[in-house]
C-alpha cells in the first residue's frame, strides 16, 4: 500500500471558522509533511514532522497548526484563516526525513490534497 | 545559490510524438535529482531519480531521464506520448533538508 489519504478533498471556510485537514499513511513512514501549492506553482514546504515531533517549521504564520497524534497520522488545524491562504494543501510522507544525510534524497509519496478556499 | 530552472512552463506536444522536458540546475555540490508528475486534481507522484550510478535512469510510465554533470541537466524524455501523459512535470534536487522545485513544466497531448 503506497497510498496518502487526505480528507476532506474540498473545504470552504470564513475568515473567523477553526477547521482541520487529515492526513493517514500506512506505509510506515516516519516522515510526514505538509506542503501549500497555489494554482501554476510548486509546492511549498510548510512543516516536518520526523518520527513524530516537529523537525522543521518554514516560517508559517500561526494560524497554521500542525499536529501529528501518531506515526500515522498528520493533522493541519486552520484558524482565522485569510483569503490568500486559499490553495491546494497537500501531505506527504517518506521512510525518513533527512536525518543524517547530507542531501535530502527521500522518495515522496503524496496525498491527493485538500483544496480550500477562504472566504 | 542552489536553483533548479525549467525553461518551459508549458510544452504541447501532439500524441505519439517523442518529448523532452528541460530541467537545469545550479549547485556546487552533489545533488540528487528527481523527476514528479502532478495529474489534474491530484497530488505529485515520482517519475524517477538520480541517486548515484547511471546516467540514464528509467522511470514509470515509459519515460527516462538522463543527468548530464556537465551540462548540469537532468531532461526528461518520452518516446511516444499518450493523451493520458497530460500533466505538470515537476523537477527537483536535493536542498539540505527537503526538495528545491522547479517551477513546472505542463505538457499538454494533443491528439
Known amino acids: 500500500d503506497t497510498e496518502v489519504t487526505q480528507t476532506p478533498k474540498h473545504l470552504v471556510m470564513g475568515m473567523t471558522n477553526k477547521k482541520s485537514l487529515k492526513c493517514e499513511q500506512h506505509?510506515?513512514?516516519?516522515?510526514m509533511y505538509w506542503y501549500k501549492q497555489k494554482a501554476k506553482k510548486p509546492p511549498e514546504l510548510m512543516f516536518v514532522?520526523?518520527?513524530?515531533?516537529?523537525?522543521i517549521n518554514e516560517s508559517v504564520p500561526s494560524r497554521f497548526s500542525p499536529e501529528c497524534p501518531n506515526s500515522s497520522l498528520l493533522n493541519l488545524h486552520l484558524h482565522a484563516l485569510q483569503p490568500e491562504d486559499s490553495a491546494l494543501y497537500l501531505c506527504?510522507?517518506?521512510?525518513?526525513?533527512?536525518?543524517?544525510?547530507?542531501?535530502?534524497?527521500?522518495?515522496?509519496?503524496f496525498g491527493p490534497g485538500t483544496r480550500l478556499l477562504v472566504l | 545559490a542552489q536553483s533548479v530552472t525549467q525553461l518551459d512552463s508549458q510544452v504541447p506536444v501532439f500524441e505519439e510524438a517523442p518529448v523532452e522536458l528541460r530541467c537545469n540546475y545550479s549547485?556546487?555540490?552533489?545533488?540528487?535529482l528527481f523527476w514528479y508528475v502532478q495529474y489534474p486534481n491530484q497530488g505529485l507522484q515520482l517519475l524517477l531519480k538520480?541517486?548515484?550510478?547511471?546516467?540514464l535512469v528509467k522511470g514509470i510510465n515509459g519515460f527516462e531521464a538522463e543527468f548530464n554533470k556537465s551540462q548540469t541537466s537532468f531532461h526528461l524524455r518520452k518516446p511516444s506520448v499518450h493523451i493520458s501523459d497530460t500533466a505538470e512535470y515537476f523537477c527537483?534536487?536535493?536542498?539540505?533538508?527537503?526538495?528545491?522545485f522547479g517551477t513546472g513544466t505542463r505538457l499538454k497531448v494533443l491528439a
Open positions: 506505509m510506515g513512514h516516519r516522515a
Open positions: 549547485s556546487s555540490v552533489s545533488v540528487y
Open positions: 527537483a534536487f536535493s536542498g539540505t533538508y527537503k526538495y528545491i
Open positions: 538520480y541517486l548515484s550510478g547511471s546516467t
Open positions: 514532522y520526523s518520527y513524530e515531533k516537529l523537525s
Open positions: 506527504a510522507s517518506s521512510q525518513f526525513s533527512s536525518g543524517e544525510r547530507r542531501y535530502y534524497q527521500e522518495t515522496q509519496y
